[in-house]
């Protein structure tokens, strides 16, 4: 059975912190996505990964397969990056965590 | 491009009642599926439907059912509601099957079970 664990489960930060935000999972995947999700509920896919590192603006992504963890930071946090950051690995279907809840103070 | 739409935004019912949420996907995409988050819990599968039929299902009951339409819209059904169906319901689209492409949201339907 594949689950997916992610740390730490709340997490506040200062503006201008940097952010580490983290995901393991317990079987081989094909990809993993993060997702940032707003009070509200709507949420927007992040990133896709397979393998390495991908960067969006102050957003990165890692993924070590082998390992089977993902960490996904912000650099420079800002108080409009306050929200639900949830991980997905996906094999024949998304299987999410439950999300790491990120609130971000002036 | 209007991405993901679902309707209705929020949904009150009493319980025994039955209720049906839909979802558009994304222009382009084919395959939708359908997720369950309660409060303070991730998104959890209820199913996914590609070319009208049900293709996956996650661990839910047979109070659970959907469609699919031609034009690859899609409907979740929930018969006999429970006081514990109270959630977000979530649809995601992609362009295939298997999630090896990115998947985008709705903006989700709060079901509220009375």
């Known amino acids: 059975k594949n689950e997916v664990e992610q740390s730490p489960q709340n997490l506040t930060a200062q503006e201008g912190e940097f952010i580490t935000i983290n995901c393991s999972y317990s079987v081989g995947i094909s990809a993993l996505h993060w997702l940032q999700q707003h009070p509200g509920g709507g949420i927007v896919s992040l990133f896709m990964?397979?393998?390495g590192k991908k960067k969006h603006g102050r957003l990165i992504a890692t993924i070590n397969i082998q390992e089977k963890h993902s960490s996904l930071h912000i650099t420079a946090s800002h108080p409009r990056d306050s929200a639900v950051y949830i991980c997905a690995s996906h094999t024949d279907k998304l299987i999410f965590g439950t999300g790491t809840r990120l609130q971000v103070f002036p | 491009d209007a991405g993901v739409t679902q309707s209705p935004t929020h949904l009150i019912k009493t319980r025994g009642q039955q209720v049906t949420l839909r979802c558009s996907p994304k222009s382009g995409h084919d395959t939708v599926s359908w997720y369950q988050q309660a409060l303070g819990q991730g998104p959890q599968f209820i199913f996914q439907?590609?070319?009208?039929?049900?293709?996956q299902r996650g661990n839910f009951p047979d109070r659970f059912s959907g469609h699919q339409f031609p034009n690859y819209s899609s409907e979740l059904n929930v018969n006999a509601l429970l006081l514990g169906d109270s959630a977000l319901y979530l649809c995601?689209?992609?362009?295939?099957?298997?999630?090896?492409?990115?998947?985008?949201f709705g903006q989700g339907t709060r079901l509220t079970v009375v």
């Open positions: 995601a689209s992609s362009a295939t099957m298997n999630w090896d492409t990115e998947a985008f």
């Open positions: 990964l397979s393998s």
């Open positions: 439907y590609y070319e009208e039929e049900e293709r």
